[in-house]
């Protein structure tokens, strides 16, 4: 299964000749992003805020994804959605990997959430805080799942995000072993462990 981070929390995933767009963001929403322009089977979003439900920005192909797909029902909040509504966690699978995004999660699991997201190779989780979890908070979710690997997402960076959020140095500083890296692009075939810090694809 390849990964790759547009931008934001927005991934290209693909797999046995399938496809599928998460969270896109519209044009214009996040700083220092380039509009996201992509071809996919499939386009889900999390949510329906504009950094995340760019729909339109991804041109459909009219095959079926053979992706298995599952969703979890949690909050984009601390307090059930009063502040900002539903979040959708999305799990992929294709027979030999299973990989699940976080959209923007703001609160904690419920055990049986938790059981659902049991043995994740690959976890996208948004580590920012302000709207989401935070990097402490994303820590402790991830070394509770323990997936083979774990890619960090909406946190601001050097010219691109919002001033809102913090930096993916809140996360890792708990995290270990940590890989950083200038590619966009993730491979269940590469051999890593641990967090992997890409460098979005779609960076002005």
């Not at 767009?21 to 519209?26: F, H, K, S, T």
């Not at 049991?118 to 509770?144: E, N, S």
């Not at 997402?153 to 140095?169: C, N, P, S």
Request: charged share 20%; with cysteine.
């Amino acid at each position: 299964m390849k990964f790759t981070w547009i931008g934001h929390s927005c991934f290209k995933v693909e797999s046995c000749g399938s496809s599928i767009v998460l969270d896109p963001y519209r044009a214009g929403t996040v700083p220092g992003l380039r509009p996201v322009v992509e071809q996919a089977d499939a386009v889900l979003c999390s949510h329906e805020h504009p950094d995340h439900n760019g729909r339109e920005q991804v041109a459909l192909t009219g095959r079926s994804c053979g992706l298995r797909v599952t969703t979890i029902q949690s909050y984009h909040d601390e307090v059930k959605g009063a502040k900002r509504g539903a979040n959708q966690i999305v799990i992929l699978e294709d027979g030999q990997t299973k990989a699940a995004h976080f959209g923007d999660i703001g609160c904690e699991l419920e055990p049986e959430q938790m059981e659902q997201l049991k043995g994740l190779d690959v976890a996208l989780i948004p580590v920012g805080g302000f709207f989401t979890i935070d990097g402490k908070q994303a820590a402790a979710l991830a070394k509770a799942l323990a997936p083979k690997v774990v890619i960090p997402m909406h946190y601001r960076m050097d010219g691109v995000g919002f001033d809102l959020i913090g930096t993916v140095e809140a996360f890792t500083k708990w995290m270990e072993p940590v890989t950083v890296t200038d590619a966009s692009v993730y491979d269940t075939q590469q051999n890593l462990a641990g967090t992997v810090v890409l460098t979005p694809a779609n960076h002005q």
